[in-house]
């Protein structure tokens, strides 16, 4: 699949933003007009960059504000479409952008609109150039992509195409079942951005909230299928504006972009039919007859996948069957092992070839402390989560084609191997073979604390505001995760926003916070210890909670305080029984119900950026204490500011 | 007026909540049930700190979910009131908030409800409550006001009363004649919120964009006069979910809310009828006959204003005539008078008493520079604006009493005396008495420069993103400059958000400048000079651009460049004249153009943090040359990053 990003996606100068799409791999971009005026560099630079760099210039645009006006205006327009593409001459680029006509347009009548688009092909025949016509959705007369291909297909040119772009289709919830009637070769431009669902007018919700496939809400699989099916051959370009994109670091984002089509592009791969060349790739149209006046590829039913797009699979992966471990590094080993021990928790042992790393447990919740130098890092902070995968190499394989950056990792020769990517925060993932039993791993360390029953519940990451959307679709394309309804949480100094990404299983749960954004965001592990940085946690389920709070408070842990209010409001929301109040009340124990069960709860003091958490589910509550957390935010804002 | 804010309102514990509240000078507050619950304060401790801080607690909210139900629901709802009723006892608190049931209703019959709300009034009374029912914009069954009115008055119980909530009625744009059907006595509580104009689902609206009156699109003044005229003499509230102030210090948003009370009392009162316990205050009702069960003050027409509410005005004041000067403080006087000399400006001398103060004039554009300490200070940044207005002493009154804290000047003797306070961005706003003719401190300088034609045009100023409201609302509410509609310009870093604030002629132009949430906020005046501080620039005007760029080129001005690409693309958009064209290229001149005129501009280089704009307007051009500012910003931003 031939990848494209316009250049509106990204931060920084158009010069800037060329070389991060070719670092990424994109094999093209479109050229957004304001970029390159803004530019101190010529056209003829630009290409020759772009050429240098091996990129592909795909689309001029946007050329707006053209048809469905009277003659006079029409020919002022024609005059403007010449100096454009004398422009695209400089650029050696042969392909613009026509939007349907937003502030303009004062005739609505299709016959028109026909006739100047054939007028416009004309001129653009003459010039060596291809018009691809979008309805936007906020167009004056055109806004639904069906309606913008009957007069593509009326004016009846060979240099008047479609564009499809799933924002302007999808945002208006069309009917698709008409994308099948396009032949492949008569689109002559594919543009992607997923959204997340949001009820607000449509201009606003596409200049400010679009973000990469499957970040947002909506189903690009289905839709980049559909578009398969009618034989499009070009390119699969990313045009999304998003606030964030715009601010965020330029590199970052084109390789976040570049992970969201190669993802999209094997999942529309998994879905396609297996036997090579199959009949139903096309719907009939003229996608394998060849007839192609613009010079364009129609791929077609002959290439491999059956599509004309050359869809690329991935290594298929399931979710992880469950976590394998915590690995935290901390420069205060003494309290954070007296606060795993008041957790119940076991020293199992040093590694037996790494003397600053050990391994404390509690049954299968499994945590790794590396104790940190100093000059490299200070503080506790989370450092890495393994996962247990039914095929780690596989999600190794998959992990590395969606342009994770490995972790470097130094290996003894007969320690078990492990391999791992940074996730977008900067955590470690590692992917480990699910067994079933113990992991090997683990008797590297040292025997003993398996008896107990216990497991890792959920670890709560904090994320950067600004990557926040690349965390979401880190965690479901190289994991398998499944991203959960977000919700606000109010907290004294602003709100966060939290977020659950989770196996259908419920096996593996990762609750990611955004901080406000004025607090310290966590970028770079370890570099940021101390004062204001949202801190993350490990929550630990066991089986009976007050043996576990009783345990920790005779082994004097300071537990994060509860007020006497909050169980006054309890007794009133759930009408308790009073000596569970009292025993909650007594343990420091936070308390939750919904439909099929209870959880009950309570949380340790902060070190570094880390705490814990201590959870018991009971008959399948399924929640994880969200009205609670404004008490345990508060209480954190009180210890921070000594209030 | 008797004045109140809810604690959700603010940033902080409860405790930091009340504490701002006070400070500020408000009456009392609203008490949010979640602000409580998460405090470690008992409600005995809490309302002693409140009568300390002498602020009455007015309402206690929100009570949910209660009406609308199957009897065995209402039964545990009537449990829950109770248990509340007693911790408000304890709070020594008489009037909780019920909102309209949005959960758990399944009755949409208006008998079963009535009924249901004399029952809870039943329960009130015996503890001594009132219930102030209000209709949430997205109630099950009740979401308009005056459906709310019609259940209160239909349970006809003196415990039962409605709430009105400006949000809530203006949001659903619900016809307002009826308010004037409710006696005031029966409105039990007042709450206002203002919010900008905005395209989407009522519920997101609510939740995180109201703002503080005078701070949004809505006409509150009309809001609150409406109330006022049915007698209502209870609290004027404000009720704000605001994302950007939950995170804001909490001290100077609870003054900016007293402000915006103050003002719209102000509005209220401007509006009102001058002959006081005038009949047209009141509308019939019984808000002179004071039939009150449950303690109230009623007031009425017996109060100086005519309403119930004592409304208090301020010295009014109409929006400056002109821009007296503008005060830069440099640490690098040679580079910024170099500049200043380039663009035409003149050296007048320096202040008689003040060595390291000079003036530089162009006519009537007043530039004065201060030599900073760089003890105190770095860099070259805007450091304040002087305003012509009608009356000084009056601007300087309203601004006092609108909580503008003045700046500390040391004042000489003989020289004129200019009082002024800091804007929300930490500048210096001074009133100047205008005269028509040249300011009179101006001969404390020295004389000449006047014979030039120039004026300052406009005034571009930096906004943190946390106190753009608090800054719109200063400019109005002090200055009585219009807000203008806001648009966004794309630069490499981000979206730059604009709004003009201006007076109805012209003559002052305040272009507020939002930078991206990335770069650096101005805060502290001149304690961030270098870096990614957004530049804040002044634009002088002149009556020919080419004579005033020829002389800055011959004086070795250093443009800030302008793209050829961009003048290629001026000449497809407006089809210029080519020696037009020549001449706009030769100066780095740039051009807009609209249906009256045409502007054309140009850029310095930024001295610390700010540059210059010499512009020149032909035949009435009303905007900004907002098209050409991503054309500054990349290359502003090409400067700053040497890319």
Redesign the interface.
């Known amino acids: 699949m031939r990848t494209s990003i316009a250049t ?1 996606c990204l ?3 158009l ?2 933003k060329l070389h991060a799409a070719a670092r990424a791999g994109f094999d093209g971009v479109e050229i957004f ?2 970029d ?8 003829e630079t630009i290409a020759a960059l772009a050429h240098r760099l091996g990129l592909s210039l795909d689309l001029y645009q946007p050329f707006r504000d053209f048809e469905g006006v009277a003659e006079d205006e029409f020919e ?1 327009n024609l ?2 479409a010449q ?2 593409f004398d ?1 695209m001459a400089r650029l050696g680029m042969d392909t613009m952008l026509l939007c349907s006509n937003v502030g303009t347009a004062t005739i609505a009548d299709d016959g028109i609109v026909v006739e100047q688009l054939r007028r416009l092909g004309d001129l653009a025949e003459r010039c060596g150039i291809d018009i691809a016509y979008e309805a936007l959705a906020w167009g004056r007369f055109v806004s639904e992509y069906d309606h913008a291909w009957d007069l593509v297909r009326a004016a009846d040119h060979p240099r008047i195409g479609t564009c499809l772009d799933s924002f302007h289709i999808l945002s208006r919830d069309t009917d698709l079942s008409r994308i099948s009637e396009i032949p492949g070769e008569k689109i002559f431009f594919l543009q992607l951005a997923d959204a997340p669902a ?4 449509v201009l ?1 919700w596409s ?2 909230h679009r973000v990469f496939p499957g970040e947002g809400a909506w189903d690009l699989t289905d839709f980049l299928a559909r578009v398969a099916a009618t034989g499009y051959a070009g390119p699969v370009s990313l045009e999304v504006f998003n ?1 964030s994109f ?2 965020a670091d330029t590199q970052r984002t084109a390789i976040d972009g570049l992970r969201s089509l190669r993802w999209l592009e094997a999942s529309v791969a998994a879905e396609a039919p297996t036997d090579h060349g199959a009949a139903e790739a096309s719907t009939g149209h003229g996608a394998a007859t060849g007839h192609d006046t613009s010079g364009r590829s129609t791929g077609g039913p002959g290439t491999p996948d059956g599509t004309g797009l050359d869809l690329q699979p991935l290594p298929r992966v399931a979710a992880p069957s469950g976590i394998n471990y915590v690995e935290l590094s901390t420069d205060d080993l003494g309290t954070l092992t007296r606060q795993l021990h008041q957790l119940g928790l076991r020293f199992i042992g040093f590694h037996r070839s790494k003397p600053q790393v050990q391994l404390w447990r509690r049954g299968s919740a499994r945590i790794i402390i590396t104790e940190v130098d100093p000059e490299t890092a200070r503080g506790t902070f989370l450092r890495g989560i393994g996962f247990e995968v039914s095929d780690a190499s596989a999600s190794m394989d998959r992990a590395s084609l969606l342009h994770a950056v490995e972790v470097p990792r130094e290996q003894t020769h007969n320690d078990e191997v492990l391999r791992g990517v940074f996730a977008p925060d900067g955590s470690e993932v590692f992917f480990h073979q699910a067994t079933g039993d113990d992991p090997i791993w683990v008797a590297e360390f040292g025997t003993g604390g398996v008896e107990q029953s216990s497991r890792i519940d959920h670890i709560n990451l904090a994320q950067p505001a ?1 990557h926040y959307d690349e965390a979401v679709l880190f965690y479901t394309s190289l994991l398998a995760l499944e991203a959960q309804p977000s919700q ?1 949480v ?1 907290s ?4 966060v926003r939290s977020q659950v990404m989770s196996s259908a299983d419920g096996a593996v749960r990762i609750p990611l916070n955004v901080s ?3 607090s310290a965001e966590v970028t770079v592990r370890g570099a940021n210890p101390t004062g204001d940085t949202y801190p993350e946690h490990v929550a630990i389920a066991c089986e009976d909670i007050f043996a576990a709070a009783a345990t920790a408070l005779g082994r004097g842990l300071e537990f994060l ?1 509860v ?4 169980y ?2 309890l ?3 759930f ?1 308790l029984d009073p000596q569970l109040l009292d025993a909650l009340r007594e343990h420091n124990i936070l308390y939750d119900r919904d439909e099929t069960g209870e959880f009950l709860h309570f949380y340790t003091a902060t070190i570094g950026s880390v705490f814990f958490e201590m959870v018991e589910r009971r008959t399948g509550y399924r929640g994880y204490g969200a009205p609670n957390a ?2 345990r ?3 954190q ?2 210890r921070n ?1 000594g ?1």
């Open positions: 509106v931060s920084g100068t010069e800037e007009e304001q390159l005026l803004v530019s101190p560099d010529s056209p002022k005059v403007r100096k454009k422009l949001l009820s607000m007018d606003s200049r400010h606030d715009r601010q600004h606000d109010p004294p100094s602003g709100l406000p954004a004025g305080e007020p006497e209010n909050y006054e409001d007794e009133a929301r009408a404004p008490v935010l508060a209480a804002h009180r500011t209030s």
